[in-house]
């Protein structure tokens, strides 16, 4: 989970940089409904001829349109636009007459209808990109608490005070790659007699939470309030093959994989399955001399 946690952060970073994007449109629809609402206070109005209407914006299967129009200030033509609020019959009603009425800014000439408000066509933007923002907010907190998990771990192994704990649990993780992967709950009582528990994260397969089981005893480096487990899983198989005797139907040459349980060569020194290392008897004893 530790690696998986380093692959996952950068993943979600992305997820929310890619969520963020919208919320700069947001930002701007945002400026352009207060530049509205100005204009609507303090403008000038004026009759405009409609020019052309389009849609893109759907409420519940019905489209709201805006309207394209121009209009004359002191013998100059200006353009202008009204917001998504019209629905089809309304913009057939306004075509008709030929007319719209709008309000102007006498300084920029912006424009809008003189009518404007917040109404369901043009609120579901703010809608959809409230959405945008709502999730994009749990993806940084996620990445945040993620990547201020992984600076605590790293502190705690660099400079953490190396204890002795006992094994207390395992406890059901998280699912990786289709592996069911488990968390180990251990405890221990510090030099004041008082007592404390933790949990791993979920950084184990079922036989390595078991090695631990077996060992009933591991280190971990502990920092503050931050405990990480230091001893290798693959080390207690290790001992345990050296210590116990094969049960299983095994020859001379062969032994079992103590993390995955794969028949393996003697020779081998890492498991064909799993890539676990392998240590056993024959080769310590040739080592020692």
């Known amino acids: 989970m530790k690696n998986f946690n380093k692959v996952l952060i950068p993943v979600l970073m992305i997820f929310a940089i890619c969520f963020a994007v919208p919320l700069f449109f947001f930002v701007d629809y945002i400026q352009t409904h207060i530049t509205n609402q100005n204009i609507v206070k303090h403008g000038t109005e004026c009759v405009a001829t409609p020019l052309d209407y389009y849609s893109n914006i759907t409420v519940n299967n019905t489209p709201y349109y805006s309207i394209s129009f121009e209009f004359e200030v002191d013998g100059k033509t200006y353009e202008g636009q009204t917001s998504a609020r019209y629905k089809k019959n309304e913009v057939n009603r306004i075509f008709n007459n030929n007319e719209i009425i709008i309000k102007y800014d006498t300084k920029t000439f912006n424009s809008i209808e003189a009518n404007y408000t917040l109404t369901t066509g043009n609120t579901t933007p703010i809608i959809i990109f409230s959405v945008f923002a709502f999730v994009d907010l749990i993806f940084w907190v996620i990445v945040i608490i993620l990547i201020v998990k992984v600076i605590n771990n790293a502190i705690t192994l660099k400079a953490g005070k190396q204890i002795q704990v006992n094994f207390g649990s395992i406890e059901p993780g998280a699912i990786v790659n289709g592996v069911d992967m488990?968390?180990?709950?251990?405890?221990?009582?510090?030099?004041?007699?008082?007592?404390?528990?933790?949990?791993?994260?979920?950084?184990?397969?079922?036989?390595?939470?078991?090695?631990?089981?077996?060992?009933?005893?591991?280190?971990?480096?502990?920092?503050?309030?931050?405990t990480q487990i230091i001893t290798s899983p693959y080390e207690i198989a290790a001992e345990l093959i050296l210590d116990e005797p094969q049960t299983k139907n095994s020859n001379d040459n062969t032994i079992f994989c103590p993390y995955c349980n794969n028949l393996i060569l003697k020779t081998e020194t890492r498991c064909s399955s799993c890539g676990a290392p392998i240590q056993n008897k024959a080769k310590k004893d040739k080592k020692s001399n």
């Open 182 to 226: 488990y968390k180990i709950s251990y405890f221990w009582t510090d030099e004041n007699g008082d007592h404390h528990e933790d949990t791993s994260g979920a950084d184990y397969t079922l036989k390595q939470a078991q090695a631990f089981e077996h060992a009933k005893t591991f280190k971990v480096k502990k920092w503050k309030n931050t």
